[in-house]
């Protein structure tokens, strides 16, 4: 009987699956079997009719005695797969075990393996982060199918694939095994390490992460010492970076020079206290020889004397320090230089010497500028004064200055501090020269006074843009001068400039006295000490930070909430989880400025991480907050937690960017700005155009200043569209002056650091640069404070290639070659000015007087050469020959030169695809794809990359002596010998007594005058 009935439902037929369904009802357990098997092959097709007797399906597999319960589990998931119940078709395909098997490639089996690795993550997360219901423990049947998968994965030698289910499930057994496994370590760890630093989530775990690779790394033939730093330098580890690098330097000469170029690494990452502490163990670590030896060259630790310090060219203490250690040992003489570049000396004064060197910004524009502004008008003033500084941040070129003494003078009150605050971002890293640029605006003697209070504290300010992430030779005088004062001008500036010098270095004492300022509750001083004690603790998560945010509850000044406020964000700068408690008090606050600083506090806290939780909290502000002004900063902060996927900016805040509300739109507009800074991104820029024609004012200023941010240091052809669009704004007069004040604004912005310079938020190896974000975070709050709109100098980063060699010089003789048309990334052409002199001639009036005398003189001429021989007869008629070919002669000469060039033109070579670049080079951000190192050359890198300082080895040592750049007698900055010229607020004046020639500035470039 059995027999016959299979024969008659050996296979469904081909539109019915209802004779195998009937199979499930005998008695006969082999009858069953044999009905599952043929689901089991047909379900797919009809699925449909199955599903109506699922339940009998199901009860087979809860039947413990049933034989073949797996199959049954299996052809239920396969069915409510086909119902689209995920859930339920993975529950029973965890029942099928083996059955189910993870190698297929159908499309069933994939979303379940999707949805169970969904699954297992979720739960493994929640685990980690203790909150499983009841502490139960994961299905082991989920466990065995990820465990199969990996063996999976490994089978087939997807490693990659591994250690992308590794990070997500957070297990670091699999990772190390994914690791491990693979013929290519070096290449899954640096996998490794970019996913997690990109996807994953957790501080935490992804901390363990950087271990176990720091690890594992260790453990290869040849570990990458520059990828363990960097590692190190993420995990706060300085005395293991201090380690590696003391094992370096007393190694061979080529570790040495990759011990330089992992210097200039870290200092690229602007982390003071970090480097701080490397140098101190680095002193411990070194033999006593050698510890002594260093600081007798003066390039480790700083003379207790700040103001020596200042007033001494730090290059020159660097070759100093060369010189003092000639008669030490190879390890004394390279620690020696190494401490040149981790206390920035090297690489500070190379920056400088390149972004003055290779100066291109236009005085033109600013000089367009200044002509269309009304004397009366300050804001405009006070935007052109910016838009010179940030055009010249770092050239220490300030000709625009001098040349506008009278119309500075216009300058006054805070309109004088902002304007000699400019004087810093335009002498940005000159720290040797520091006080002496600033001597005209600063007390002669302590306790002395200064014509202006707004002056002094603007100089006090400026000290601290000068010495941005370098401030220890200036931080004793920024102290003495902040405990000399009870002005609340200079105290306001005194704390900026302090802040800023000492940003992240956790001083206790400078803590101290600006916290004691602040707790004088003057609006106006307080303001800056609460962002002052924000700097000094950035990133720390201080326990002090609670007590900051109960006096912001007891002060009544708006001004000193919001400095707290904004100060709290800088000190929960890149916590992630562990600020939680703090944002969720602020966003939980009934004042509408602490929940403006809960908005930085989010955006800061996660900045880089496009932390799902993050947006969304940001987002239900922008469109639920009652205050304006929280919903322009949660939108606004939006920018700084997506700044490490910059793509993905655009898609999320384009529908805001069309709101009804004008803040959320501006809020819009800086998001981009921020998120997309330096990258000219296309989209970004088909986002903002919109919005610089907005029917609000400050919308468009804020649609420009953030174009301008997208656009800097990029191709003209990108950037011509935005430049004629300011040329038009800042001079028309009907235009609104938020507008113009915008335009301005941007004008500086896209020719920062004299066109050599972009708006970097990461440094080359990828680690976020925290001045550079808080310096953008400062910025941002110029809508309240003018003055913080000079922070952003500390998000410029000069777009440079710098060759070193062993003595941390720069060869003449080292190139590169950029492998694309050399006017692709060309500086932009200089404003064409209309010459007024020089207009086509008018043809001369000739009197009727003047014709009948001419045809007198022409007749007796005639006469006189018949009367002559036939000699004067020849001489004459070769004479009127000449004269009546003179005309016929020109008009051919003109035809000849036409002729010629019509033929230079068809001669005219084209452009070529490649051109070579020397030592130092511009290489704007888009072109360092292009950039090659020819091989054959005298100096080779000694890790390429396309920008940033490169450390060269020098292959052909007895080719000669090397010639070196920057060696001749540098000349000091323009404004360094100055003098108080009237009230001008950031003028130099008349050289300083007993100034030597070696003082003078450099005379210009030759070049040839076109006249337009």
Request: net charge negative.
């Amino acid at each position: 009987m059995a027999t016959a009935v299979l024969a008659a439902a050996a296979l469904p037929s081909g539109t019915s699956a209802a004779g195998t369904l009937a199979l499930l009802e005998e008695d006969d357990d082999s009858l069953k079997v044999h009905a599952l098997q043929l689901l089991d092959r047909s379900v797919h097709d009809f699925w449909f009719q199955i599903a109506s007797s699922v339940a009998t399906i199901e009860a087979l597999y809860e039947d413990e005695e049933f034989s073949h319960r797996e199959l049954a589990a299996l052809v239920v998931s396969k069915v409510f797969y086909h119902l689209g119940d995920l859930d339920d078709a993975l529950m029973y395909a965890l029942g099928a075990g083996s059955l189910f098997d993870v190698g297929s490639a159908s499309e069933y089996v994939q979303t379940i393996l999707a949805r169970c690795i969904d699954t297992y993550v979720e739960q493994r997360v929640a685990e980690a982060e203790g909150r499983r219901e009841g502490g139960a423990a994961i299905d082991p049947r989920l466990v065995a199918v990820v465990e199969r998968l990996f063996d999976r994965c490994f089978a087939d030698r997807q490693y990659e694939q591994a250690v992308g289910v590794a990070l997500e499930s957070r297990r670091l057994d699999q990772l190390e095994r994914a690791i491990a496994s693979s013929p290519d370590t070096v290449r899954t760890l640096k996998y490794a390490l970019d996913v997690s630093q990109r996807l994953v989530v957790s501080r935490e775990f992804r901390n363990q992460v950087l271990r176990l690779v720091v690890r594992l790394y260790e453990g290869v033939p040849q570990p990458d010492h520059a990828a363990i730093c960097q590692c190190l330098m993420r995990l706060d580890d300085s005395d293991e970076v201090a380690a590696i690098l003391a094992r370096l330097l007393g190694g061979s000469d080529d570790d040495s020079l990759l011990a330089y170029q992992i210097g200039f690494d870290l200092v690229d990452a602007e982390l003071q206290a970090f480097m701080l502490k490397v140098t101190a163990k680095l002193d411990q670590l070194a033999p006593s020889s050698s510890a002594a030896a260093a600081p007798a060259g003066g390039a480790a630790a700083p003379p207790a004397n700040g103001e020596q310090q200042m007033e001494t060219d730090e290059q020159a203490a660097a070759d100093g320090a060369g010189a003092a250690a000639d008669e030490a040992s190879p390890f004394a003489k390279r620690l020696a230089l190494f401490k040149s570049v981790l206390t920035g000396a090297v690489p500070i004064e190379l920056e400088r010497q390149f972004l003055a060197r290779h100066n291109h910004a236009d005085l033109q524009i600013l000089k367009n500028i200044r002509a269309t502004v009304e004397p009366r008008n300050s804001v405009c003033h006070s935007a052109t004064v910016f838009s010179n500084s940030l055009m010249h941040c770092g050239t220490t070129v300030d000709a625009f200055l001098r040349e506008n003494l009278e119309w500075l003078k216009k300058a006054t009150n805070w309109a004088k501090f902002s304007a000699t605050a400019g004087l810093g971002v335009i002498h940005r890293g000159n720290v040797g020269k520091s006080r002496t640029i600033m001597a005209p605006y600063l007390p002669s003697a302590p306790g002395g006074t200064t014509p202006s209070p707004y002056s002094e504290g603007g100089a006090l300010y400026a000290l601290g843009l000068i010495h941005t992430s370098h401030g220890q030779g200036v931080r004793q005088f920024l102290l003495e001068s902040l405990r000399a004062t009870q002005n609340e001008v200079i105290q306001h500036g005194a704390c900026l400039g302090l802040g800023i010098a000492a940003l992240g270095t956790e001083d206790e004492e400078a803590f101290e006295d600006v916290k004691n300022v602040l707790y004088m509750d003057n609006a106006v001083a307080g303001e800056a000490a609460g962002l002052s004690l924000g700097l000094l603790c950035a990133g720390s998560g201080t326990e002090k930070a609670a007590e900051l945010l109960a006096y912001a509850h007891e002060t009544q000044h708006e001004k000193i909430i919001r400095g707290v406020a904004v100060g709290l964000a800088l000190v929960q700068y890149g916590r992630e989880e562990a600020a939680e408690t703090m944002i969720e008090q602020m966003t939980g606050e009934l004042d509408p400025i602490l929940r403006y600083g809960g908005m930085f506090v989010t955006g800061l806290a996660y900045c880089g991480t496009s932390n799902n939780a993050a947006i969304q909290k940001l987002l239900h502000f922008a469109v639920s907050d009652v205050s304006n002004d929280v919903r322009r900063a949660a939108v606004t902060n939006l920018g700084f937690v997506l700044a490490a996927t910059p793509e993905q900016c655009p898609k999320i805040v384009s529908l805001l960017s069309e709101s009804y509300n004008p803040h959320v739109r501006y809020g819009a507009a800086m998001a981009v700005g921020i998120a997309c800074a330096g990258t000219g991104m296309r989209e970004a820029v088909s986002l903002l155009e919109p919005l610089i024609k907005d029917s609000v004012d400050f919308v468009q200023q804020g649609a420009l200043i953030a174009l301008a941010l997208v656009l800097v240091e990029q191709p003209e052809a990108r950037a011509r569209p935005l430049r004629e669009h300011i040329n038009r704004l800042y001079g028309n007069k009907g235009a609104e002056i938020m507008t113009r004040m915008g335009a301005i604004m941007a004008a500086g912005i896209l020719d920062a650091g004299g066109r050599n310079a972009t708006i970097g938020l990461r440094s080359r190896s990828g680690h976020f640069r925290r001045t550079a974000v808080l310096g953008l975070a400062l910025f941002t709050q110029y809508w309240y404070w003018y003055p913080l709109s000079y922070c952003i100098s500390l998000a410029v980063q000069p777009t440079a290639l710098i060759g070193v060699d062993a003595t941390l010089r720069a060869p003449k003789g080292f190139q590169a070659v950029s492998n694309c048309r050399p006017s692709q990334f060309a500086y932009p052409p200089p404003v064409k000015v209309e010459d007024k002199k020089d207009k086509a001639k008018l043809p001369t009036a000739v009197l009727s007087t003047t014709a009948r005398a001419k045809a007198r003189a022409a007749k007796k001429a005639k006469e006189a050469a018949a009367a002559g021989g036939e000699g004067g007869s020849g001489a004459a008629a070769g004479g009127a020959a000449a004269m009546d070919t003179d005309q016929p002669a020109a008009d051919g000469d003109k035809t000849a030169d036409v002729a010629e060039k019509k033929e230079g033109e068809k001669v005219a070579e084209p452009e070529p695809s490649s051109f070579t670049v020397d030592n130092p080079a511009r290489v704007a951000p888009a072109q360092r794809k292009y950039i090659a190192f020819p091989e054959g050359q005298r100096f080779q890198p000694i890790r390429p990359a396309p920008s940033g300082f490169v450390v060269l080895k020098d292959t052909q040592p007895e080719a000669g002596e090397v010639e070196y750049l920057f060696q001749e007698d540098k000349p000091a900055a323009a404004a360094a010998q100055a003098a108080p010229a009237g009230d001008a607020p950031a003028a130099p004046a008349a050289a300083a007594p007993g100034a030597g020639a070696a003082d003078e500035p450099p005379p210009p470039e030759p070049f040839e005058y076109i006249p337009s």
